[in-house]
DNA sequence: CGCCGTCTTGACGAATCTCAAATAAAGTGG
DNA sequence: CCACTTTATTTGAGATTCGTCAAGACGGCG
């Protein structure tokens, strides 16, 4: 159902993104888009950096693009030759299943990079969709490796990034194998709380990027049991809904519900 | 109810382990125990470097184990000193939730090599168990770190390693998500047995090295249900169970079964 | 305004869990 | 090696959660 519109979005970005001069267009937009200026500096790649490797990462990136929401910024199968900072915007990763199903395996935001999952096969694992218009920096992975050999903190930074895609995904592991729906979905908006709040914004409202089936999809539920926990959440007072709009209302007890407290 | 056995056997590796000359022991057992000659070279660390690296990463390693069954390598929250290839036997890793439930993450064997997901937090994020007595090589991170900037191909392997492990979970959270019981148990005898043929043994009949319970707990089943599913497989003729021992009768049949052509 | 994708809600059914009891297997101490 | 204890496994019956099917409401967009 989406994939129909994604295609003809994609042929646009293979052509953005097609490796040619750009003879104008990279100076100019590169002063304001540099990495080591770049607000979400804390949380995306160059995190703890020193001025000598930030330099070098400016380097590294030169293909930056906007993608329409709907997009497909790399597929699965195809091959792997660059992770991507999300600038601004976001986007869900999908993995296909072998009877042509997908599951959708994540969710991310500004800060975020994606695609690690290629770099052990060389072949993306699964397909990068646009939630929204987003901003994406290519850091291209052979020379993120180069300059990861010359320079331990850029090293120490690849091992993170990879890490952390671990940890996040023994999480969901966890939610999947022994949460049960209600606490699946409150860990699910605890998660993306805790995310917008290290980005600056409001932890307690915010607007869900994923429709209810995407977001059951994630959760390992079924559309209308995540609309039926929203309404039920409301009813209960915890969180107010209004379409992807959500206000957590009572975090103490959301957490309890998420540890599994609430009997 | 399984912790309460292991501390002791935990304390007895925390000696072995200690950071120690190791006087005699060293150079008589190492003869037979270099990586460059292990038989599990192909699946394991060393995989596809050239002599010199070899060479390096046989210097890197001067600590073996042996581990009781039982016995835990790593806790969860402990810190991150070393990766760990398993040369024989098998463990499993668990996570533990909030409420201090623990979830079987990983079942690994010989060849595989555990640990990874501390590298980003520099703490482990789960423990690791075994399952029978079990001997562990130490690959300190901090020299694979040092040796994988010097060396491109052991980089490549670090890279692969850590990918590898995404990919792994990524199909966990797959299964978790979007199969039945019966699909689930079925994929994991089916991984099983591939690997086991990667080792050189029978992929047709192997022994489980984890209860019912932990099995079920892997794949997010109750310990019954996976119970009664090995009871109905067998009497379909699907497998034939003994306890621990599985044998599988019908491939053909168990791979229709994952990949959902079962109605 | 009307279409279409998304969301909500209800009724029903199936898959899985829970509780319980019996049996089998593994470990322990004599 | 046996008797005994503990742990693991099987199996049944009933409860619960979640999925399925279906109908209608809402909301954005051409």
């Known amino acids: 159902m989406?994939?129909?519109?994604?295609?003809?979005?994609?042929a646009e970005f293979q052509h953005t993104l097609a490796p040619r001069p750009r003879p104008l267009l990279r100076d100019v937009s590169r002063r304001q888009t540099l990495c080591s200026s770049c607000k979400l500096r804390g949380l995306c790649f160059s995190e703890g950096l020193d001025a000598e490797a930030l330099r070098q990462i400016d380097e590294l990136v030169t293909t930056r693009t906007w993608l329409h929401k709907g997009a497909t910024l790399f597929r699965a199968g195809t091959r792997f030759n660059a992770l991507y900072a999300i600038r601004s915007g976001s986007c869900k990763t999908v993995v296909l299943s072998l009877d042509g199903q997908g599951q959708v395996a994540g969710y991310h935001m500004a800060g975020d990079i994606i695609g690690s999952d290629g770099i052990g096969t060389g072949v993306h694992g699964c397909e990068a969709v646009m939630l929204e218009d987003t901003e994406v920096c290519a850091l291209p992975f052979q020379q993120v490796e180069d300059l990861s050999r010359r320079n331990s903190h850029v090293q120490r930074n690849v091992h993170r990034l990879l890490s952390r895609e671990i940890a996040r995904e023994r999480n969901i592991m966890m939610l999947l194998g022994t949460m049960r729906a209600e606490q699946r979905l409150v860990a699910f908006l605890l998660d993306l709380s805790e995310r917008y709040q290290e980005r600056?914004?409001?932890?307690?409202?915010?607007?869900?990027r994923l429709?209810?089936?995407?977001?059951?999809?994630?959760?390992?539920?079924?559309?209308?049991?995540?609309?039926r926990l929203?309404?039920?959440?409301?009813?209960?007072?915890?969180?107010?809904?209004?379409?992807?709009?959500?206000?957590l209302l009572d975090l103490p007890t959301l957490k309890q519900?998420?540890?599994?407290?609430?009997?």
């Not at 039920?232 to 992807?244: A, D, H, M, P, S």
């Open 230 to 247: 929203f309404s039920r959440f409301q009813r209960e007072g915890l969180i107010q809904v209004q379409g992807r709009v959500v206000k």
């Open 211 to 227: 429709t209810r089936e995407e977001i059951g999809s994630y959760l390992g539920l079924k559309l209308e049991t995540v609309s």
């Open 257 to 263: 519900i998420v540890s599994g407290t609430t009997a």
């Open 200 to 208: 600056g914004y409001s932890s307690r409202e915010f607007v869900l």
């Open 2 to 10: 989406e994939s129909a519109a994604a295609v003809p979005l994609h």
